[in-house]
């Protein structure tokens, strides 16, 4: 029963692994096909033709691994290329970050007012207010990129004074515009979840747009019945308790995953454990090269 071919998954680099964590804590029976473009990343300042043909690129790579939903974890991507790459790939569903975050913050902003961090090329496309005013055009929303917090992850500067000044330095205007809701529109800033709360106040609610993608998944998949297995049968697999880890998980989570990067960077493994709080298991490499070819071999 369902359909046991994996999810892919991409994203510029090492971020939608945060997206991946949220897959397999909500759905445990679930294997993941990771690409991240570590080669090329990041996206975020590239020009718009640039990131729809890298997107393109990534997404046929792994649409010729046989997955059955595709995820595209990167906001950029998501906000700059969904449409087409909607347009380009067939046959399976294919999944953005955006929606599930608008969507997530238009039901709970009592004030009408949003505010949106993210890369400058996911903030200048609009994206997340396009998708919000399609629910509720009276809402306002503030975008505001925040180019410091990605370097800043990676470079393990979580919960330090440089990154509290950082969050201060592009969020504090956020409050005064009176927001109460904050979609965190980078798949980084998740990570950055305790300081952004704690300098914004309790009275902001933030919007993980990994989580609401996660989810989104799973609904997408229960209504196609491509699930890997009925949740009983998962449970039964996994010895009667619901088993709720990344890494321990009956047939599917991180061990029956597959972790894919266009370059494997020194920093790799330790950069991919704080975003997944987990290690990974293997990294195969995909060079740039072959990805650029996925491309052609359709074009042609
Ligand atoms: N993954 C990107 C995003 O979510 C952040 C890193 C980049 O600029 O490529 O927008």
């Given at each position: 029963m369902g359909d046991s071919r994996p999810i892919g998954v991409f994203d510029s680099?090492?971020?939608?692994l945060t997206v991946a964590k949220e897959i397999f804590r909500l759905m445990p029976s679930e294997r993941i096909i990771y690409l991240g473009d570590t080669a090329r990343?990041?996206?975020?300042?590239?020009?718009e033709e640039t990131i729809r043909r890298f997107g393109l690129q990534d997404a046929r790579a792994l649409l010729d691994l046989d997955v059955k939903l595709l995820v595209v974890a990167c906001n950029t991507v998501s906000s700059v290329a969904i449409d087409y790459l909607e347009r380009h790939i067939k046959g399976i569903p294919v999944i953005g970050v955006v929606l599930p975050g608008a969507r997530a913050a238009a039901t709970r902003s009592a004030e009408k007012r949003i505010g949106v961090v993210g890369t400058a090329a996911t903030v200048r496309s609009m994206s997340y207010a396009r998708a919000i005013h399609n629910i509720d055009p009276n809402i306002k929303v503030y975008g505001k990129p925040c180019p410091l917090f990605v370097p800043l992850v990676e470079e393990g500067l979580i919960d330090s004074d440089i990154t509290r000044l950082a969050v201060q330095h592009y969020l504090y205007e956020m409050v005064d515009l009176g927001i109460d809701c904050l979609i965190?529109?980078?798949?980084?800033?998740p990570i950055l979840m305790e300081v952004i709360q704690s300098t914004v106040g309790n009275g902001i609610q933030l919007i993980d747009s990994a989580l609401w993608t996660a989810k989104e998944a799973q609904n997408i998949m229960k209504a196609l019945g491509?699930?890997?297995?009925?949740p009983s049968e998962q449970r039964e697999a996994a010895g009667g308790g619901v088993r709720n880890s990344?890494?321990?998980?009956?047939?599917?989570g991180l061990a029956a995953s597959r972790f894919l990067g266009s370059d494997v960077t020194p920093n790799f493994e330790a950069v991919a454990e704080a975003l997944l709080g987990a290690r990974l298991p293997s990294i195969e490499k995909v060079p740039v090269e072959e990805l650029e070819e996925k491309e052609k071999i359709k074009r042609f």
């Amino acid at each position: 029963m369902g359909d046991s071919r994996p999810i892919g998954v991409f994203d510029s680099g090492l971020g939608g692994l945060t997206v991946a964590k949220e897959i397999f804590r909500l759905m445990p029976s679930e294997r993941i096909i990771y690409l991240g473009d570590t080669a090329r990343v990041p996206y975020g300042g590239k020009s718009e033709e640039t990131i729809r043909r890298f997107g393109l690129q990534d997404a046929r790579a792994l649409l010729d691994l046989d997955v059955k939903l595709l995820v595209v974890a990167c906001n950029t991507v998501s906000s700059v290329a969904i449409d087409y790459l909607e347009r380009h790939i067939k046959g399976i569903p294919v999944i953005g970050v955006v929606l599930p975050g608008a969507r997530a913050a238009a039901t709970r902003s009592a004030e009408k007012r949003i505010g949106v961090v993210g890369t400058a090329a996911t903030v200048r496309s609009m994206s997340y207010a396009r998708a919000i005013h399609n629910i509720d055009p009276n809402i306002k929303v503030y975008g505001k990129p925040c180019p410091l917090f990605v370097p800043l992850v990676e470079e393990g500067l979580i919960d330090s004074d440089i990154t509290r000044l950082a969050v201060q330095h592009y969020l504090y205007e956020m409050v005064d515009l009176g927001i109460d809701c904050l979609i965190l529109g980078c798949t980084h800033y998740p990570i950055l979840m305790e300081v952004i709360q704690s300098t914004v106040g309790n009275g902001i609610q933030l919007i993980d747009s990994a989580l609401w993608t996660a989810k989104e998944a799973q609904n997408i998949m229960k209504a196609l019945g491509i699930e890997s297995a009925a949740p009983s049968e998962q449970r039964e697999a996994a010895g009667g308790g619901v088993r709720n880890s990344v890494v321990d998980n009956a047939g599917g989570g991180l061990a029956a995953s597959r972790f894919l990067g266009s370059d494997v960077t020194p920093n790799f493994e330790a950069v991919a454990e704080a975003l997944l709080g987990a290690r990974l298991p293997s990294i195969e490499k995909v060079p740039v090269e072959e990805l650029e070819e996925k491309e052609k071999i359709k074009r042609f």
